[in-house]
């Protein structure tokens, strides 16, 4: 079996992406409470009686659903969470009156690598984000690499090192500034999701992964990535037609895109063997 991703949810409303390894089912991010998710997985030949691990980008409501508490007491679950977030996911299990319970199933990590399950490795990179910051992913199984970044502040240099030799690259594009300048959203919102430290534009996010295919391009034994799955884009101010428009542009990124939704899972995605523009090893767009 290969590592694979399925993204149940994406969007402000609740983010949640299953990782399927030879070692077991995990979460990252559980923003949709645990009966959402098994509705979600309806299809996919799993249950949310099969998830193992928890790995928390962040403490954001639309990334930690309270609700899922209780099951991950009761389904001997581990919770992986950002050390200096940990006081809010006390503050959850406190509410309901299960922090004695919950305290067993917690791992905290601060930059140091860990595995949620036998042979899956973790590396997680801080990112800006609101005050807290948020947490990339790099998951490691095998000759399989995964990656996942969602609100990012914006893209640092150092993640494109960071996101090389992924085969599932998994990347937020939340927004089209033009329609976000234009929304009826307060301005105050507006600064904050594009000054820095909210959300990545469309423009920004395709920069980001345009990198990481340059640099691969440039090390024939680097593999390209076989899917390249966008992330938390905005209802109010992004659309399905203008994220591709923007993607379009690299034909190498383009043939792999799959755009996540809020409210619909994506099916299974695996590592597969695509037949190759012209020299498209080479090619640097």
């Known amino acids: 079996m290969s590592l694979e991703l399925s993204v149940l949810a994406s969007g402000s409303t609740g983010n949640c992406s ?5 070692s077991g089912l995990m979460l990252i991010d559980a923003g949709i409470g645990p009966r959402a998710a098994a509705k979600r997985m309806t299809g996919l030949g799993v249950s949310t009686a099969d998830i193992k691990a928890i790995c928390l980008t962040h403490l954001d409501v639309d990334h930690f659903n309270p609700t899922w508490i209780n099951q991950i007491i009761a ?15 006390h503050s959850h299990a406190r509410r309901v009156k299960r922090l004695d319970d919950l305290r067993p199933h917690i791992r905290l990590f601060n930059g140091d690598a860990f595995e949620p399950l036998p042979g899956v490795r973790c590396v997680t990179m801080r990112v800006a984000h609101d005050k807290q910051g948020s947490h990339a992913y790099r998951i490691d199984c095998g000759k399989e690499r995964l990656a996942y970044a969602t609100d990012l502040g914006h893209a640092p240099a150092p993640l494109i090192n960071f996101f090389m030799g992924t085969t599932i690259l998994a990347v937020e594009s939340n927004y089209d500034p033009d329609m976000q300048l234009s929304s009826l959203r307060p301005q105050r919102l507006k600064h904050r999701i594009m000054g820095g430290a909210g959300h990545l534009s469309n423009a920004q996010a395709f920069e980001l992964v345009q990198g990481v295919f340059n640099a691969a391009a440039r090390d024939a ?3 390209l990535p076989s899917h390249v799955v966008l992330l938390h884009r905005s209802r109010q101010c992004n659309c399905p037609e203008i994220v591709t428009r923007v993607f379009s542009a690299d034909a190498r990124i383009h043939m792999r895109l799959t755009l996540s939704h809020p409210f619909e899972r994506t099916d299974w995605l695996r590592p597969v063997e695509r037949a190759a523009l012209p020299g498209e090893q080479l090619r640097l767009f």
């Not at 299953?18 to 030879?22: A, G, H, K, M």
């Open 221 to 223: 034994a680097t593999p």
């Open 18 to 22: 299953l990782v399927r390894t030879p």
């Open 75 to 89: 389904g001997r679950m581990t919770v992986y969470c950002p050390e200096d977030q940990a006081a809010e996911l």
